[in-house]
Structure formats: C-alpha cells, structure tokens
C-alpha cells in the first residue's frame, strides 16, 4: 500500500515550490540569504526539480499528448513570466535610478515568478482543455 512514484514526485514538486515561494517571500522581506536560508533554497530547487517534469505530464509513460502538450506551454509561459520579471528588475530597479533591490531581493522575487507562474499556468491550460 506505497505510495505510487508518480504522487510521490508530484508532492515533491509541491512541497519544494511552496518551500521556494517561502523563501523567496523571506528574501524580499528581510534582505538576506544568510543563515540556513540558501540551504532552504537548494532543498526546495531539488525538491522542485525533481517533481516538475511528473507534475507537468512530460515524463515517460505520457498520460496522453494532450497532458504533454499543456505541460510544455505552461513551462514556456512561465519561462517568458521569469524573463519578463528579470528585465523588470534590471532595468527598473538595478539602472533606473532611485530605489535599488539586493541580490537575495531579486533573487527572491524570481523565485516566487518562476514557481507560480509554472503551477498557475499548468492549472489554467488544464482547466482550458487541449492547446493547439
């Protein structure tokens, strides 16, 4: 009565995306990633990865191709949201001038993006139903 390889991945991806979004959120805040906060980080992006292929529908037994092809839009989506939010930042806070963001702040702020932008457009464009 274990626990099918497919859930476990998938919980993986949702534990180390709500852990990331943590950290991420603790970034901004505080300004640091000093103490154990980079060690949170890693666990969460080892905890993300290794569950966001599962979690997408792209490894191998595919669901179906429709599965497959919701997961890749959504993770070309988000990619472009985490793009967007890095020419943001630069250009806006690291050369235009007034206040200015840290490293871990940027850091942080990309690292929120890139997990919620992945899980909402996943969720969206499965709700939505096949894409072309």
Not at 46 to 68: I, M, V, W
Request: net charge neutral.
């Amino acid at each position: 009565m274990g626990i099918s390889m497919v859930r476990a991945r998938t919980i993986s991806m949702v534990l180390g995306g709500a852990l990331l979004v943590a950290c991420g959120i603790l970034m901004l805040v505080e300004d640091t990633i000093d103490d154990i906060l980079w060690l949170e980080v890693l666990l969460g992006l080892g905890l993300f990865g290794g569950g966001l292929f599962e979690y997408l529908g792209l490894r191998a037994p595919l669901r179906d191709e429709r599965t497959a092809r919701i997961g890749t839009r959504a993770a070309t989506y988000s990619w472009y949201a985490v793009l967007v939010i890095i020419g943001f930042l630069g250009m806006v806070y690291g050369m235009g001038g007034g206040y200015k963001i840290s490293m871990s702040q940027a850091t942080g702020a990309v690292l929120i993006t890139m997990v919620v932008s992945i899980m909402v457009f996943n969720w969206y464009l499965g709700r939505k139903g096949d894409v072309e």
